[in-house]
């Protein structure tokens, strides 16, 4: 399974789905990371942790574990 934390730097890649239960999933589909989405991974920190992408013309930072959940094409 691709999710976001494996997508590299510069990359654009739909989302396919949308793992979690409940509060995990809301939030992330209440950030506008819906199936069907296009993200481009903008920066990754040192660590891995936060990934900051670009989806529907903003920018977001995401936790890695929060990347985990989101299974990617």
């Known amino acids: ?5 494996n997508i590299a730097v510069g990359e654009t890649a739909k989302v396919k789905r949308l793992h ?6 809301r939030r ?9 989405s296009q993200v481009y991974v903008r920066k990754v ?16 930072s995401l936790r890695k574990d929060d990347a985990d959940c989101i299974e990617m094409e």
Do not use: F, Q, S
């Not at 399974?1 to 934390?5: D, E, H």
């Not at 979690?20 to 999933?25: C, Q, R, T, Y």
């Not at 920190?45 to 992408?53: Q, R, S, W």
């Open 45 to 60: 920190a040192p660590l891995g942790d936060p990934v900051e992408i670009t989806i529907r013309g903003y920018e977001l």
């Open 28 to 36: 992330i589909m209440d950030m506008g990371i819906t199936k069907g």
């Open 1 to 5: 399974m691709k999710t976001l934390r």
């Open 20 to 25: 979690g239960e409940g509060a995990l999933k």
